[in-house]
């Protein structure tokens, strides 16, 4: 029977220190925020919030480090802000950003990369086709008899003979 009581109470004390842990990853969690949680790849997010004073945060996308720079805490506070830039090559979707903190808490935060839409182009209007090329009606067709005309009344003036002689 004691031996019962034994197993039971350190059951209890493990559940207990396992809901502490939880409870206070929760809590390091709820001090910290990262925003806008949409965007396009390469634009900004801001990371702020509170931890431990004079403490290091890791951040990482979708499991890697190195993506980002690690953030420095201020040294009496623990306060902490920064601009991380979404990778260029990020590709539309769902996306984690993990905040790693001193205390052992991991905060993820969903960040979704919007697809980038191109608005349609214009088509170029299309070329006029010019008319068939026509001479205008200039009654150009109307010299050509009249300076046959023309021509015939002076060779006739010029071949007369004179009656008179």
């Known amino acids: 029977m004691k031996v ?3 197993v039971i109470g ?4 493990v559940s207990m220190l396992a809901f502490a ?8 969690c709820s001090a910290v925020d ?14 702020s919030g509170t931890t431990l004073a004079d403490s290091t945060i890791q951040v990482e996308w979708d499991g890697a480090t190195g993506v ?9 506070t623990g306060e902490f802000g920064v601009n991380l830039t979404i990778p260029a090559d990020a590709t539309p979707g769902e996306h984690t950003i993990t905040l790693l903190l001193p205390s ?6 969903t960040f979704t990369v919007e697809a980038v839409v191109t608005p349609p182009t214009a ?3 299309a070329a006029a086709v010019p008319a068939p090329a026509t001479l205008p009606n200039t009654g150009f067709f ?3 008899p009249a300076a046959g005309l023309v021509a015939a009344g002076m060779g006739g003036l010029m071949f007369r003979r004179h009656s008179n002689h």
């Open 34 to 47: 990262v925003t806008p949680l949409s965007g396009n790849a390469g634009s900004s997010v801001y990371a």
């Open 68 to 76: 980002f720079p690690d953030i420095s805490t201020d040294v009496s």
């Open 104 to 109: 052992e808490a991991s905060c993820p935060f």
């Open 21 to 28: 842990s939880v409870a206070s990853a929760q809590s390091a």
């Open 4 to 6: 019962r009581i034994i």
């Open 142 to 144: 109307l010299i050509v």
């Open 123 to 125: 088509a170029a209007p």
């Open 10 to 13: 350190l059951l209890l004390v």
